[in-house]
């Protein structure tokens, strides 16, 4: 099994995770070579950089801004998840790229800015399969690939004020068999598109070759794996400051604000625990 | 069905007032002696908690009725299929919340069958109360008005 966990590298190694906000933001996990210069950063810095979960995220502004993660090694199976922000006025980003040795496309995930707009998933071979989804909200892919041709995209997000929506399952079947993944790229990989003010940002990566991953626990934003009401205590403490450990941003609109209080209020009323 | 007037509360309280360490729950019942009953919750902040929560379970043989939130904002819902209810008064957001008794939530049960459940039938199950130097469990008590 191996992890992969975006942006908190120096915290992680130091056991600093869910202290005060005193490490920087890293990509020092992705031991490939980045494209662009991709930026590990918080809410706080200025820029702003969302976060989904934890204190750090990765933004990219313009296409080729990406880090990489060579761990993968000829694997005939493998899961990935990961978060991401669709912050595109306009176009296409690749926000996610597996390849094999050789450097070819194995899965391709990307964001078509539109009214609504998609994610597209591809895999040589096969016709991709397309999962609505609407500009600057934030969305957890998870994939789940064989090398014998298949892919199964997992899509939920742009959650709003109350429980979220039912997750979008596609399959992509009939792909060329025979392929391997050696490395995975995150954030604007490819594709030509112009930013929104944040730009795509993507959080929470993790890989593994079989075992199912699982999303976080949206709302909980004092990273108790639990939906109760000192998560809007942490969301106030954010509003002033002080950023939450867990899953502040409810509505998953890329904003933390009152409105998330208020989503988890509404949670809790609809005896919701993770969710 | 007896009646069971709820201004009083607050005098009852006062009775047993005691020094609060933590926020606390009161969770008060007129019907220890089975069959129908009210129940009122109460909350009394620590001078730091600033969001609350209360999840209560309920004996089997009541079956949930109603739900009514004493004050706006107040979540007072039933648990459905879990034999629980939910009170979480409304946040502080960045404020304390009142270390006045308060009640927040009424909620009306009945017996299943028309059998009696002892004591209040109601047992506290998940208590927070959250602030800015983290959260804790609040104090509790479920209290038999009918036997005071």
């Known amino acids: 099994m191996k992890i992969k966990n975006l942006a ?3 915290a992680a190694l130091l056991g600093l995770v869910g202290a005060p906000a005193t490490f920087a933001c890293s990509i020092a996990a992705w031991n490939g070579t980045p494209g662009g210069t991709p930026v590990a950063g918080r809410p706080t810095d200025s820029p702003s950089v969302p976060r989904y979960s934890g204190q750090c995220g990765l933004r990219a502004a313009t296409s080729g801004t990406f880090v990489t993660d060579n761990t993968p090694t ?3 199976a493998f899961r990935a998840r990961f978060y991401v922000y669709t912050g595109l006025t306009s176009g296409q980003a690749v926000v996610y790229r597996a390849r094999n040795a050789a450097n070819a496309d194995q899965i391709t995930v990307t964001y078509n800015q539109g009214s609504p707009g998609t994610f597209s998933f591809a895999i040589p071979g096969a016709t991709a399969q397309t999962v609505p989804a609407i500009t600057d909200r934030w969305y957890a892919i998870e ?3 064989a090398a014998a041709g298949t892919l199964t995209a997992t899509v939920r997000g742009a959650s709003g004020q109350g429980a979220a929506p039912a997750e979008t399952v596609v399959n992509v079947t ?3 068999a025979g392929g391997a993944i050696d490395t995975a ?3 604007w990989v490819a594709g030509t598109g112009v930013a929104s003010a944040r730009g795509i940002v993507a959080d929470a990566y993790e890989s593994r070759r079989s075992t199912a991953i699982g999303r976080l626990c949206r709302a909980d934003a004092n990273g108790s794996n639990s939906v109760t009401a000192g998560d809007r205590t942490a969301i106030t403490l954010e509003l002033g400051g002080t950023l939450a450990a867990g899953q502040p941003d409810c509505n998953e609109d890329g904003n933390v604000s009152a409105g998330d209080r208020t989503c988890v209020t509404n949670l809790l009323a609809a005896g ?3 969710n | 069905m007896k009646t069971f007037t709820f201004v009083s509360v607050a005098a009852i309280l006062a009775a047993f007032a005691a020094p609060v360490s933590a926020g606390q729950f009161e969770v008060w019942s007129d019907g220890a002696k089975g069959g129908n009953r009210t129940v009122i919750v109460s ?4 001078g730091h908690t600033q969001d609350a929560q209360a999840d209560i379970a309920f004996d089997p043989g009541l079956e949930f009725v109603a739900a009514s939130a004493k004050v706006a904002g107040s979540v007072c819902v039933e648990l459905k299929g879990k034999n629980m209810v939910r009170v979480v008064p409304p946040s502080g957001a960045g404020s304390a919340l009142s270390s006045k008794q308060t009640d927040y939530c009424a909620f009306s049960f009945r017996s299943r069958g028309g059998k009696a459940v002892a004591g209040t039938g109601l047992t506290v199950s998940f208590t927070e109360c ?11 008590n479920a209290i038999d008005v009918s036997e005071k």
């Not at chain 2, 909350?43 to 620590?46: I, K, L, N, Q, V």
């Not at chain 2, 959250?130 to 509790?140: D, P, Q, T, W, Y």
């Open chain 1, 8 to 10: 908190l590298a120096t």
């Open chain 1, 143 to 145: 994939l789940n690939w």
């Open chain 2, 43 to 46: 909350f009394a902040g620590d």
């Open chain 1, 185 to 187: 790229q995150l954030g």
């Open chain 1, 74 to 76: 000829a694997e005939a």
């Open chain 1, 272 to 274: 919701a625990s993770c």
């Open chain 1, 174 to 176: 009939g792909g060329t």
């Open chain 2, 130 to 140: 959250a602030g800015a130097s983290g959260s804790s469990n609040c104090e509790s």
